[in-house]
Each structure stands twice: as C-alpha cells, then as structure tokens.
C-alpha cells in the first residue's frame, strides 16, 4: 500500500474520509452523505444532515511553518459574525463545546484539527467577474479592516505578523542552486526581495498593522443574491491593510480587465475606509511579495501543479520589475 504522501490528492481525500467521520460523530449531527468538494491545501467536504448541508473542513499540517493557529482564525472569524453584518459563514461547536475538534484515522500519518463550518452558496466571486462585484468586494474587506482597527483579541490568540516576502516561516528556496530555473531573471528577483522586505519593514514601523484576512482573492467568497461571503480564513495575518489589498488584486493584475476591477475595488473600499496608499503604484509595487511566496511555496511542494512553469517565473519577473521601478504601475 502506497504511503500517504506518495498518494493524489484523490486518494488522500479517500483516506481522510474515516478521519472526516470520526470527527463528525462528535457533533450533534445527523450525517446522512459526505461528499468531497476539494482537497488542495487543505480537504473539505460538504456534510449532508438531516438539518441541511454543512462543510467539513479538515486542515493540512505546515511543518516547517510558523504555528498557523486554527483556533486564533475560528476566534477572528466568530468575532467577525458577532462584530458585523458581514455573511462570514457560523462555525459549528462539538459537543464538548470545542469549535476545533482533532479527529485521527488508520493510515493517515497525523492527527488533523477539523472544524465545521455553516454552508454558504453560491459561486464564487470568480464566476462573477465584473466592476460592480470587484466593488463590494472592496467594501468586504474595508469592512474587515474597519472592525479590525478596534477589535481586541483574546490572551490566546496568535497569528503571524507579515515581516517579509514569505511571512509564514517558511525557507526562502527559490535561489537554491539547482532548485529550479530561473530563465536568467535571479538578479532582479533578488534585488526586488530586498527591495520589497525593506518596504514591509517600512510599513511595520510606522505602527499600523491590523489583524487582516490575508488571502481574501476572487476563489476565497462566494457570492449569492447579490451578497458576498468571505471563508478561508486560515492565513491570517498582523500587517498593514496595503498588503491585504496587494494580495487581493495581484490575482488578476495583468488580465484585460485589471483597471476596471482594481477601480471597482478601490471605489468600494473607499465607500468605508481611506484608501492606504501613501504615493500612486505603492500598492502594485507591493504585490511582489505574493509573487514570491506563490513561487516559493510551488518549489517546497511539488505537487501544486501550475502549469507552465516558464510562464510562472516569467510573470515573477514582471513583478519583480514593477517592484523596482522598472516597469509602469497602473494609475487607479
């Protein structure tokens, strides 16, 4: 028998099943289907009940990474309910009144922490790719930001502060002799690390860093009538609100309609918020550090398929330029 990690993702997802399960059977559910809606980072399936559906989600563990902590995520995301009118999606508490429940099984190497989420229809924002939509999803996170500004934590919550390119703890691999080719564009990818690490440093200690979603981009809400749902909260972070923006639009810089959806954004955001930057194209000068971690995280886990590898570098290299100065940014 194969070993778990030298499975597909199909085939881990059919091994976690029993773990889905076992932490199922400690909530007041009755489970009539489960059924598997993805298992990328981490694997989710949808819980058919007898009250209707929910999702499971059962986490990946990130050795070698800074301690992402489930529980701290579930915190931001049960104050963000409590705290707003925002439709984030209820989490479900175990019997034992837990909102994270550690659940195992035969054959998977680890214990995984799994929690259980309200279900939330609809497409994703993806789906709905227009000016008007990139508005409030500009107003969604402005809306985060604002309840962030004020929000007290408890003694117990923890999440990592956004220090560098790559802000979850891991390696830096993507100069490693050997680890990948770089199609004669290191010297500028390194320049423009440097570069951008010092721009973050910049932001940390003019002091106005906040909790922010992180990776709140156009596959992380769902849309439904109109109204957008925010999930996948686990890459919380502490920053400056310029990177969660960075992070949000860098998913659809360089498409046709960048400009159009980039000024809906901003348009919505500034319906509650000030825009952040302090000089034009400070924002898209910011997105290299996304790139970066992308790439990186591609070279540490070689089963993200992204297709044409060239095609991914090369794009690190356009950024890396934005990043310099080199090239244009887009005047919003």
């Given amino acids: 028998m194969k070993s778990f990690g030298e499975l597909s993702e199909r085939g881990q997802a059919r091994r ?17 289907g489960l059924r598997l809606i993805s298992n990328g980072w981490n694997c ?13 989600r059962v986490s990946r563990p990130s050795p070698g990474a800074h301690d992402r902590s489930v529980a701290s995520e579930i915190e931001f995301m049960t104050a963000l309910v409590e705290g707003t009118e925002l439709a984030v999606p209820p989490v479900m508490r175990n019997r034992d009144g837990g909102l994270v429940t550690l659940a195992s099984a035969t054959d998977v190497p680890e214990s995984r922490e799994c929690v259980v989420f ?7 924002v993806a ?27 408890s003694a117990a919550f923890h999440v990592t502060d956004y220090d560098s390119c790559i802000p979850y703890g891991e390696a830096l691999v993507v100069f490693e002799p050997g680890r990948t080719e770089l199609y004669g564009l290191e ?15 910049e932001l940390r200690r003019r002091g106005q860093s906040m909790v922010i979603h992180g990776d709140l981009h156009q596959w992380n809400v769902k849309i439904k009538h109109g109204i957008l749902s925010p999930f996948d909260f686990e890459d919380l972070l502490t920053a400056a609100p310029i990177l969660d923006i960075a992070t949000s639009l860098y998913y659809v810089h360089g498409d046709d309609d960048y400009l159009d959806l980039a000024r809906g954004f901003k348009a919505g955001y500034e319906r ?31 089963s993200l398929d992204i297709g044409d590898m060239e095609r991914f570098v090369r794009k690190r290299g356009t950024m890396a330029r934005i990043a310099l100065g080199q090239e244009a940014t887009t005047p919003l």
């Avoid at 976690?16 to 009539?32: I, K, S």
């Avoid at 309200?118 to 994703?124: F, H, L, M």
């Fill in 272 to 302: 509650i918020r000030a825009w952040p930057e302090r000089e034009p194209g400070e924002m898209e000068r910011l997105m290299f550090a996304r790139s970066l971690d992308l790439l990186n995280a591609v070279l540490l886990d070689t």
């Fill in 44 to 56: 989710v399936y949808r819980v058919d009940t007898t009250d209707g559906p929910q999702v499971i």
């Fill in 187 to 201: 010297p500028v990818l390194r320049e423009a690390t440097d570069v951008t690490n010092q721009r973050i440093g």
């Fill in 127 to 153: 789906e709905h790719r227009s000016p008007q939509t990139w508005e409030k999803l500009g107003e969604l996170m402005a809306t985060m930001h604002a309840f962030a500004e004020t929000w007290a934590p």
């Fill in 16 to 32: 976690l099943r029993p773990l889905a399960l076992a932490a199922l059977a400690r909530y007041d559910l009755e489970v009539t």
């Fill in 118 to 124: 309200g279900w939330i229809g609809g497409p994703d």
